[in-house]
C-alpha cells in the first residue's frame, strides 16, 4: 500500500488508524466501534512518485510558466490488524 510521505526509516514498524473494517458481509465504519482497532504496517520503503508537469500559457501576451512536481511517498506492507 502506498501513502504520503511517513517520517518513519525502512524495515521500521508503524501504527496506523483504522477507518473502516470489513469481516465478511459487516461493514463498520462508526468511531466508536473502530476505537479499539490497531493496525501495525512495516514500512517498505521511502519513494517519490510520478513527476507531474504544469504549464500556464496565456495568449497573446508571451507568458509561459512551467513547474515540476513530485510527490513524497512511503510504500508500507500491513502486519497485523488487531
Do not use: C, W
Amino acid at each position: 500500500m502506498t501513502l504520503d510521505r511517513v517520517d518513519a526509516e525502512a524495515g521500521s514498524t508503524i501504527e496506523l488508524p483504522a477507518v473502516m473494517l470489513v469481516d465478511g458481509d459487516k461493514v463498520t465504519t462508526s468511531a466508536d466501534e473502530l476505537s479499539g482497532v490497531k493496525v501495525s504496517a512495516e514500512v517498505q520503503e521511502n519513494l517519490r512518485g510520478k513527476k507531474i508537469v504544469i504549464h500556464k500559457f496565456k495568449n497573446k501576451t508571451g507568458y509561459h510558466k512551467r513547474q515540476g512536481h513530485r510527490s513524497e511517498l512511503t510504500r508500507v506492507k500491513v502486519t497485523a490488524i488487531a
